[in-house]
Every structure is written in C-alpha cells, then in structure tokens.
C-alpha cells in the first residue's frame, strides 16, 4: 500500500511538470477500461470516444488541483462519470438499471424443486473448470468469452462488473462513483458475474463432451 502511494505521488508529480511520456503511458493504461466504463452511459460510440477525450483533457487541465483525497484512478473514473451524466444520460442509465434486475441468473430447471427434500440445491450443479495440460490455452479461450460476455451484460451491469473485478474498485468506490445502493451494486455485480459464468460452464460443458480425435 505504501510503495502504491509513493508511485502514485511520484506519478502526479511527473503530471504535473508535464511529463508527456508519464500522461501517455497513463492514457494507454486506462482508455480501453474507460471506453468500457463508458458505454454504461452513452450507446453511440462516437460520444463514448468524446467522453474519454473529455477527459483526459480535465485531468491535464486539473492535475494541479489534484488534493489527493482519493486515488488519482478513483478521482479519473469520477470525472469521467460526471461528464457522461452532463452529457444528458441520467434517464437512460437510470432506464437500463431497472431493466438489469429483470429475469433469473441461473435456470431454475438447475435446482431440486421446493418439495424436494434436497430443495434449493443444485440438481445440475455448475461444470468445474478444467486444471490440466490444455488448461492454459484453454483459459485463454475463456478470457476471450467472458469478455465478449462482458460486452454483451446489459449497460449497468457491465459497468459494474467492470469496475469491480476489471478495475478493482471496491463497492464503497462504486457505490460512490455510480450513485447506487450498496444493495443495488450486489445485486448488478452477482447478476453480471452470474450471466458470464453461466456462459462459461455451457462453453466448458460443450467442449468436455465433444468426441476426441483418435
């Protein structure tokens, strides 16, 4: 934690006496994420790209007001955020909020029914993954699924997960950066983190069954 807040001091300093090569190298770590975060927001891409440039602009602009409160990353997905919202986004971000809590995670068909004496727990339970010579190329496979997935979670839940396991962000953060319950967060985290597993075992589940070559 320590060594993190001297790189960081040392980083804000580099900003701030115009380090063009510190602000590139933290333009390349963050806009791909950014871009991501973003697309919560705002549907056309064109606007998605505006918001990131926007800013990157504010923080150039900002640095030297910088207090340090939070971290320099917290503080960027922030401005970030609130530029997104003054772009006129709150409507349809509140609209896809409440369209993410609508349906089950997992197939209810998966679990012992109600009057069954095992009620409630898994009667097809989730399909392990694989820890064997292939696993690493297959782990990359995976990767590349849950992150098509990603794209593909409705708005608000994507921006959560995102920010959770992508970003490391912890719920206070994103509760914070998002306006959201901390409730509402478990909710949006577990269904995203739900869909994408969920996808994950059926793809692991088809290619363990696949006939193997002789």
């Known amino acids: 934690m320590v060594?993190?807040?001297?790189?960081?001091?040392?980083?804000?300093?580099?900003?701030?006496?115009?380090?063009?090569?510190?602000?590139?190298?933290?333009?390349?770590?963050?806009?791909?994420t950014m871009l991501r975060v973003a697309r919560g927001y705002v549907a056309d891409h064109a606007t998605v790209e505006e918001v990131v440039q926007e800013t990157w602009i504010a923080l150039f602009k900002g640095i030297s007001k910088f207090e340090a409160r939070s971290s320099l990353r917290t503080w960027l997905f922030a401005v970030m955020i609130n530029i997104a919202k003054a772009r006129g986004i709150r409507e349809r971000r509140d609209r896809?909020?409440?369209?993410?809590?609508?349906?089950?995670?997992?197939?209810?068909a998966r679990f012992h029914a109600g009057g069954d004496v095992h009620a409630g727990s898994w009667r097809e339970p989730p399909t392990p993954f694989p820890d064997s010579p292939e696993g690493s190329v297959l782990g990359k496979e995976l990767r590349s699924i849950a992150e098509r997935e990603l794209d593909r979670l409705p708005e608000r839940q994507r921006t959560v997960v995102t920010l959770r396991d992508m970003l490391g962000f912890d719920s206070a953060e994103v509760c914070e950066l998002l306006g959201i319950t901390a409730g509402n967060q478990r909710i949006?985290?577990?269904?995203?983190?739900?869909?994408?597993?969920?996808?994950?075992e059926d793809y692991v589940r088809e290619d363990s069954s696949a006939p193997s070559d002789p």
């Open 188 to 200: 949006l985290l577990h269904r995203g983190r739900a869909a994408i597993r969920q996808v994950l």
């Open 96 to 108: 896809d909020a409440a369209t993410s809590f609508m349906g089950a995670t997992v197939d209810p």
């Open 3 to 32: 060594a993190g807040r001297v790189d960081e001091s040392a980083l804000i300093v580099a900003l701030r006496a115009g380090d063009q090569i510190a602000f590139a190298a933290l333009v390349d770590e963050h806009t791909p």
